[in-house]
């Protein structure tokens, strides 16, 4: 088990480019959430998926913003036209089965740090 | 919505209590707790659910009141290495996966 891995972990790009982040989750979760985290506050919802379906997006999420879970295994989360607002680090996440426990814990990446220009 | 944690941040000697609360306006489920030092991701450090089962850290820990919508997590006998960010983040209900994150409290332990 090599836990939750991103890629690429750091992305500098000018505005107005497009950008796509992977995640690869721990093998066995089929929950895998994507989180954005700027300095000094908390990570804020995007969105999640269990198995390849998307059952939830934040409103905040502007059409921009887009993620697929293709046969419920790796995850990419694409940002289009980017703005200097989304520089942040964006968190990919996986979580065991969900079971009596409901949101199970929550196994976070590394992260890809976005900058853009 | 965001839960409301508190204090901001803490400064504490090795070996001293410390308690941080975490306060929501809407029903909870669950409560989980994070811990993430500076350049790391956020690791998981306690979950605890509606009705009172809890699973976690065996050195940290945590109380959740349904009623006030409230969690607490006690670090006792603090260590150097508690020093972090900790973070609580509350889910509505066991039929969603959504998790929402507080805004977060510093911690440093000084020798």
């Known amino acids: 088990d090599t836990g939750v891995s991103q890629d690429p972990r750091h992305k500098i790009t000018k505005r107005g480019q497009n950008v796509t982040f992977r995640c690869d989750p721990i093998?066995?979760?089929?929950?895998l959430y994507w989180y954005r985290q700027t300095l000094g506050q908390g990570p804020e919802f995007l969105t999640y998926?269990?198995?390849?379906?998307?059952?939830?997006k934040s409103r905040l999420l502007s059409d921009r913003f887009s993620a697929e879970r293709p046969k419920g295994s790796f995850s990419t989360l694409e940002i289009q036209r980017t703005e200097q607002g989304d520089s942040a680090m964006y968190l990919c996440?996986?979580?065991?089965?969900?079971?009596?426990?409901?949101?199970?814990?929550?196994?976070f990446g590394e992260g890809s740090r976005l900058t853009v220009l | 919505q965001q839960p409301v944690q508190s204090p901001q941040a803490v400064i504490l000697r090795e070996g001293e209590d410390a308690v941080i609360n975490c306060s929501s306006s809407?029903?909870?489920?669950?409560v989980h707790w994070y811990r993430q030092k500076h350049g790391e991701a956020p690791v998981f450090l306690m979950i605890?659910?509606?009705?009172?089962e809890q699973k976690g850290h065996e050195k940290i820990s945590a109380s959740f009141n349904e009623k006030k919508q409230q969690s607490s997590l006690y670090l006792t006998a603090s260590q150097l290495s508690y020093s972090g960010t900790y973070f609580c983040?509350?889910?509505?209900?066991?039929?969603?996966?959504?998790?929402?994150f507080g805004q977060g409290t510093t911690l440093q332990v000084k020798p």
């Open positions: 809407k029903a909870l489920y669950s």
């Open positions: 983040g509350t889910g509505p209900s066991s039929n969603t996966g959504k998790l929402i």
């Open positions: 998926f269990q198995n390849e379906a998307q059952l939830e």
């Open positions: 996440a996986s979580s065991s089965p969900v079971g009596p426990l409901g949101t199970g814990e929550l196994f």
């Open positions: 605890l659910l509606k009705g009172g």
């Open positions: 093998s066995e979760h089929n929950r």
